[in-house]
T-cell receptor, first 113, second 111 residues
Framework: DAEITQSPRHKITETGRQVTLACHQT?????MFWYRQDLGHGLRLIHY???????NKGEVSDGYSVSRSNTEDLPLTLESAASSQTSVYFC????????????FGEGSRLTVL | GENVEQHPSTLSVQEGDSAVIKCTYS??????FPWYKQELGKRPQLIID?????GEKKDQRIAVTLNKTAKHFSLHITETQPEDSAVYFC??????????FGDGTTLTVKP
């Protein structure tokens, strides 16, 4: 079955280290998104992509970057991890125009010490 | 950009009662309004959605209503059951564009 997977599911790192969270989907969806979820703040958009070589900043993009070299993958990189980036990160995808439902990965819990 | 406000942040009901969660949005260009349910430790999953050309949509015990003029939409759950306990998120977007989410409502259904 087609799916969207994230890795790692749990990670503990230290302040200042570079961290990459992987997101892989097998639906051939054009649109992919990264959200972070913090208590009391719902899901906030970090970065998104509408296709290969396309990336856009969301509302909380500072300190994060993404790249889209193929349809299936949208890795999220924290260049220099900070304690404020401790959160649960969700990757999501949707097909594209005129389709609405977002399909979420299982989430990656990141702790920055 | 779009701003979505969701109320209440917590809601507790007795089993069998109805639950209503309300959201308002700011961007009149938004035309797609989904609701997601997130159980503890799980990923959000779509439960119902509505597009701007429709005023109401029902699916068994859940329904969503949309008032475009007032820029608000609501989720209605009837005959609540303990398995309805979860966090519910509303969202707004333009077609397949980026979605802006509300802050979530924690619904507790007491047996």
């Amino acid at each position: 079955d087609a799916e969207i997977t994230q890795s790692p599911r749990h990670k503990i790192t230290e302040t200042g280290r570079q961290v990459t969270l992987a997101c892989h989907q097998t639906w051939n969806h054009n649109n992919m998104f990264w959200y972070r979820q913090d208590l009391g703040h719902g899901l906030r958009l970090i970065h998104y992509s509408y296709g290969v070589q396309d990336t856009n900043k969301g509302e909380v993009s500072d300190g994060y970057s993404v790249s889209r070299s193929n349809t299936e993958d949208l890795p999220l990189t924290l260049e220099s991890a900070a304690s404020s980036q401790t959160s649960v990160y969700f990757c999501a995808s949707r097909q594209g125009a005129n389709t609405g439902e977002l399909f979420f990965g299982e989430g990656s819990r990141l702790t920055v010490l | 950009g779009e701003n979505v406000e969701q109320h209440p942040s917590t809601l507790s009901v007795q089993e069998g009662d109805s639950a209503v969660i309300k959201c308002t949005y700011s961007d009149s260009a938004s035309n797609y309004f989904p609701w997601y349910k997130q159980e503890l430790g799980k990923r959000p999953q779509l439960i119902i959605d509505i597009r701007s050309n429709v005023g109401e949509k029902k699916d068994q015990r859940i329904a969503v209503t949309l008032n475009k003029t007032a820029k608000h939409f609501s989720l209605h759950i009837t005959e609540t059951q303990p398995e309805d306990s979860a966090v519910y998120f509303c969202a707004a977007s333009q077609s397949a564009g980026k979605s802006t989410f509300g802050d979530g409502t924690t619904l507790t259904v007491k047996p």
